[in-house]
């Protein structure tokens, strides 16, 4: 104890507040007055409480249990001095162990092993730890208790003894006897007459319990057994509190004024706390949940607005790219200025202000009291809605288990999620505060432009989070809260480590990964001595990084300046279940890993399935993330093994382990085309090292269970793995960081297809489930395209007039019935069942859906086809009725030109005749609306023609242009009018269209940035690498009919192989084209899909056939994009036939 005395008497203030926390968390007690060894001044160290928080459970009057979590320096509790006068021959420290827990040595006593009788500093020392009940029948005490004890004579530290015995609830003593004439008889006679409970232990004396007078105690200790004494002891302490009401605070001890209180002393302590003070003041007028939004603007709605925006960006949406790219980047730049009017709150401006002073000490201080006194100001509130949370919790299952209705269950649950709204909204801390100041500087930067009143140039920002993370705190990496990691931010961070630490600095990145709950945080922090956040539940929110400096002696060994540890949010969160989460929490993953040299898979027990599945995901996103090398180990770590051979035991299980990973590797690697058959390919993985067994953390039940020696031994053992890691790890610079974190998080901006599976498996289930929807799907293509084709054929030979619904919905009952047995005898006996499953609703509303369509398509287009016969029959009959009017006119048309042949006076005759003409019949053609009107318009022009002079000399010419000018007058204009335009066609744009339907909604691969990258390779049949078609190698080996084939023989036989399906497939689409009949009946983008999925089908048979091999998407795609483009110009020449024979704007 001396030792730890002498530590605690050299070290800074962090350091202290250190140590103290770290007692704390061990079960052991803290000094709470320290003598000076100098001067004997009196220290009261409360800067060293001011980070410990206690937890304690009640029972309440209603028998109920009420949890409590509160900073131990603020909370009121009762409080039992011992303290002794003379030497005494028990132990005092060892029996207040024993009315604390008496399987753990709380207090330092003359029986532990390394005990000195000799004191040189803890003389005079007072020391304090809690008794903290877990709301059970056994618990020593019902309420938190603070146990304080004067190390020494208490005659020798009067000032300590009248400060303890002033403040303490119940007081104890121990002495050999009561004897006159002594120094210490004043002392106690104070004592006896006050009315504080006071209980004397005579060392000397062999009685049991007795109460000497109301209050007094006093019980022997001489020659009896200690399991009595403390049950005794402990009865009577019981008693003396249940009719106390005395407590105190520890911040109280500060008040008196013979001591020195260790923040007033320290100048930087004092300004720190001053500061924080001011910006805590600024909050007080807001409610807790108000805060972020109004204090915090810049990583709220816009924020999550453009992280959003940006992983649209990265993953466009079919033939709409150039347009939509552009769309969205002005979106993203809209709320980037958006963000960047904003205003900046004074609590900002002022925390900027304090983080850009130049003295280092006071900065540390101020940030250390701000993250105090935030937790402070926000604990009581987080406490009362995690209460109500609970509550509604409780109401929500009881209801659920009841029965009620499905109204009322969901009313609750709507209730249940507004309040878990509010719990994020009211979580408050600096690494808020940080995120904020990185979307300020985020947006600068987009504008190119400083913000208004910001204390500093928003270029000087990353420099004081790269101080902060030098200091020892921790960066958020990710935001938990948008998904999304600020990339310029992040950076511009990293960039300025680079500049402080140098370009030289070699950094070793280790990461955690887990399940929620399963000590990730607490084990990283008895690892390295850090302070994430740690408890039940999510307190990790997203990633967050921090900077752990390398002594000089271990760079030599491990090769390194730093170690950059990364925590991360606990994966399969129970309050955030779903899909989406399924997919934060496989991208969080793949991101963590890919840029750690090691990651620690934590487990909670023996069973790693849900790491497994996690693990494949990973697995699979790197190997299709081609342009990211992944070259990071993993060490599995199974928390809480309670079988100290688990290690030997287990080697079957290790066993087990390994197959498993190096299956789903291989099946992965099957998937994605890639030669990877083992898991330690992907990522490093040695079996025999790399998988971990830790005990238990705490060595009984908490709240008052000790950590667990075996797991502190487990962690200095993994601790060692991790410098062997270190020591063979290639060098990795800060600048490689950030070009890693850079480059692979665009890459997983861009994926979106694994990430929303659970495992390997699911996705090779998917794609069997894709392949057989496509035959579905194309069963009822072809059903309805016989349809189709028998109804057009009735419709032309005008055997009917019109078609209804219910006649296409009998038509395709057959087909429907079939195709819904086979999706039943799929999903329910299949081989994947019981993954599949999970689909079949989802997929069986798609088949009904796609049936829907089909045949309001097929009415579309048929009605289409019924409007263009009858049409084209209205036209021929108004062409022919209009030929004749102009056959008409031009007999007529002598009566018209006689007088101006004959009138030597009028000049340009022709020209002003002809004029007059067609001024004279568009007049009479605008008033052709109605068949009456043109009836009229008929009569009108027979009557004026017949009113014009005769002339017998007219050449053809003239009269060929006074015909025209008939026909130039608008009667073309009339027909055209009353029928409907045949519009152009672009087969290729409706190709790109459907292909992102079908690959994106359906397969889950958006073919868009495919299509636009390669779009000058779509030439299947000249392709220089046939090899990218094939997804498996061992399955085109199996084709090839022989285990070794030279290369040569592989490319030949691929390439024979997709020029033989490429022939067949043109040579059906040809067919399929020519039963379209597009002269006819006309173009229709149902042609392209049903051509499409032709295609398709046809691949799918031949990758089935006698020769199993599987195609990648790219020949799918490839495929599709080169028989289209083919297609293309019959289609359109096709269309333009009867375009021209149909289309009266065609019509000469």
Not at 251 to 274: L, P, Q
Not at 811 to 833: C, H, N
């Amino acid at each position: 104890m001396d030792v730890q005395m002498a530590v605690f008497h050299r070290a800074d203030g962090f350091l202290k507040q250190l140590m103290g926390t770290k007692l704390s968390q061990c079960q052991f007690a803290l000094p709470l007055l320290v003598p000076d060894p100098e001067t004997q001044q009196i220290e009261f160290p409360l800067w060293t409480f001011r980070q410990i928080n206690k937890s304690w459970k009640i029972r309440n009057t209603n028998n109920e249990t009420i949890s409590q979590t509160q900073p131990i320096y603020k909370a009121q509790t009762p409080m039992v001095f011992f303290f002794r006068f003379d030497s005494v021959s028990s132990s005092k420290s060892q029996l207040m162990n024993s009315l604390i827990n008496d399987k753990h040595n709380t207090f330092f006593h003359r029986n532990c092993p390394g005990s000195s009788r000799s004191r040189v500093l803890m003389d005079g020392v007072v020391e304090i730890a809690w008794f903290c009940p877990s709301g059970r029948n056994t618990d020593t005490f019902t309420d938190c208790v603070a146990f304080c004890n004067l190390h020494g004579d208490a005659g020798d530290h009067e000032k300590q003894w009248k400060i303890l015995t002033e403040m303490a609830s119940v007081n104890v003593v121990l002495l050999q006897q009561l004897q006159k004439n002594k120094r210490s008889t004043d002392m106690i006679q104070s004592l006896y007459k006050n009315k504080k409970p006071l209980i004397f232990l005579f060392t000397e004396d062999e009685s049991v319990v007795t109460e000497m007078k109301k209050g007094k105690y006093k019980i022997g200790l001489k020659d009896r057994n200690q399991s009595e004494i403390s049950e005794e002891l402990r009865g009577v302490i019981s008693d003396c509190l249940s009719e106390s009401s005395s407590t105190v605070r520890l911040v109280d001890v500060s008040k008196h004024s013979d001591m020195r209180v260790d923040e007033e002393v320290n100048k930087y302590c004092k300004k720190g706390r001053a500061a924080a003070q001011q910006m805590i003041s600024l909050l007080e007028e807001k409610k807790l949940t108000e805060i972020k939004e109004s204090f915090l603007p810049h990583q709220g709605k816009l924020w999550h607005q453009w992280s959003q925006k940006n992983k649209e960006l990265h993953r466009p949406q079919g033939d709409e790219i150039e347009m939509e790219i552009s769309r969205k980047q002005k979106a993203m730049m809209k709320f980037r200025k958006q963000q960047h009017e904003s205003d900046i709150s004074e609590f900002i401006k002022l925390f900027v202000k304090k983080l850009n002073k130049d003295d280092k000490h006071e900065k540390m201080f101020f940030l250390k009291w701000l993250k105090i006194l935030l937790d402070e100001h926000t604990s009581t509130e987080l406490s009362a809605l995690h209460h109500k949370y609970n509550e509604k919790w409780s109401t929500v299952l009881k209801l659920k288990k009841n029965y009620d209705k499905f109204e009322k269950i969901k009313a609750e649950q709507a209730e249940l999620e507004r309040i878990s709204e509010d719990l994020q909204a009211a979580a408050f801390g600096l690494e808020h505060i940080m995120r904020e100041i990185g979307q300020i500087y985020e947006s600068c930067s987009s504008v190119k432009q400083n913000k208004k009143d910001l204390p500093v140039h928003f270029s000087s920002l990353p420099s004081l989070a790269a101080e902060m993370m030098i200091s020892g705190f921790p960066l958020e990496l990710m935001d938990g809260d948008a998904a999304h990691v600020p990339l310029v931010w992040i950076s511009a961070v990293l960039d300025e480590l680079v500049q402080k630490l140098g370009d030289q600095t070699r950094v070793f990145v280790l990461s955690v990964l887990g399940i929620q709950s399963s000590g990730k945080s607490t084990m990283l922090n008895a690892m390295f001595g850090l302070q994430f956040a740690v408890g039940a539940g999510r307190c990790t929110r997203g990633a967050f990084m921090q900077l752990v400096k390398v002594s000089e002696e271990m760079k030599t060994q491990m090769n390194f300046d730093y170690i950059l540890v990364v925590d991360t949010e606990g994966l399969c969160a129970p309050e955030l279940a779903g899909r989406s989460t399924r997919h934060h929490d496989n991208e969080l993953a793949t991101f963590v890993v890919g840029i750690a040299n090691l990651t620690l898979i934590n487990i909670f027990g023996e069973n790693s399935s849900e790491m497994q599945d996690v693990l494949q995901i990973v697995v699979q996103a790197f190997l299709r993330i081609k342009t990211f090398k992944q070259s990071g180990s993993c060490v599995f770590v199974h928390q809480n093994i309670s079988d100290f051979i688990a290690g030997e035991k287990n080697k079957e299980g290790r066993r087990r382990l390994l197959e498993k990973l190096d299956e789903m590797t291989k099946l992965t690697a099957e998937e994605e085309g890639c030669d990877a058959e083992f898991f330690d390919k992907v990522i490093g993985f040695d079996v025999q090292n790399d998988v971990k067994y830790f005990a238990q953390l705490w060595e009984g039940s908490p709240p008052m269970a000790p950590p667990n020696p075996k797991y502190c031994e487990n962690i200095q053992d993994l601790k060692k793995t991790v410098i062997a890691h270190a020591s063979e790890s290639h060098r990795t610079g800060l600048k490689d960081l950030r070009d890693c974190v850079k480059d692979l998080w665009e890459a997983l901006l861009k994926e979106r297809f694994v990430f929303s599976f659970r495992n390997s498996q699911e996705i090779s289930a998917y794609k069997k489930l894709r392949t057989q929807y496509s035959k579905w799907s194309s069963s009822v293509h072809n059903a309805m395209e016989k349809i189709e084709n028998k109804l057009q054929n009735e419709i032309e030979n005008e055997v009917i007039h019109e078609v209804e619904e219910s006649d296409l919905q009998r038509e395709l009952k057959k087909t429907s019935e079939e195709v819904e047995k086979s999706m039943t005898e799929f999903f329910e006996k299949g081989k994947d069942k019981d993954i599949l499953i999970q689909w079949k609703a989802s997929f069986e509303i798609k088949i009904k859906e796609l049936q829907e369509n089909i045949v309001r398509e097929a009415i579309r287009k048929l009605n289409e086809i019924l409007q263009q016969r009858d049409q084209k029959k209205n036209t021929d009959a108004q062409k022919t009725h209009y030929k004749k009017s102009l056959n008409e006119n031009s007999k007529e048309l002598p009566i018209k030109l006689k007088v101006k042949t004959a009138d030597p006076e009028t000049p340009n005759k022709d020209e002003d005749y002809k004029r007059a003409a067609q001024q004279h019949c568009r007049k009479t053609a605008v008033q052709q609306k109605t068949d009456a009107q043109k009836k009229h318009q008929e009569n009108t022009i027979h009557e004026k023609a017949r009113k014009l002079p005769l002339n017998d000399k007219i050449n053809e010419e003239t009269q060929k242009k006074e015909l025209d000018s008939f026909r130039d007058c608008g009667f073309n204009e009339n027909i055209i009018s009353e029928t409907v335009k045949i519009k152009d066609i672009d087969v290729m744009r409706d190709v790109r269209e459907i292909l992102q339907i079908i690959f994106k909604d359906i397969f889950k691969f958006d073919p868009a940035n495919f299509i636009k990258e390669n779009s000058e390779e779509h030439n299947i049949l000249n392709s220089k690498n046939y090899k990218k078609y094939f997804d498996s190698k061992t399955g085109f080996k199996r084709c090839m009919g022989k285990t070794f084939v030279c290369h040569s023989t592989k490319k030949n036989k691929r390439e024979e192989i997709v020029k033989e399906l490429v022939r067949d497939v043109d040579q059906q689409t040809d067919k399929m084209i020519k039963s379209f009949n597009i002269s006819k009946t006309g173009y229709n983008k149902t042609y392209i899909e049903q051509i499409i999925k032709s295609i398709m089908a046809r691949a799918t048979e031949h990758q089935e056939g006698q020769e199993k091999y599987e195609f990648t998407d790219e020949l799918f795609i490839d495929l599709i994009l080169f028989i289209c483009k083919k297609a293309d110009k019959t289609i359109t020449d096709q269309h333009r036939m009867f375009r021209e024979a149909n289309d009266p704007e065609m019509i000469q």
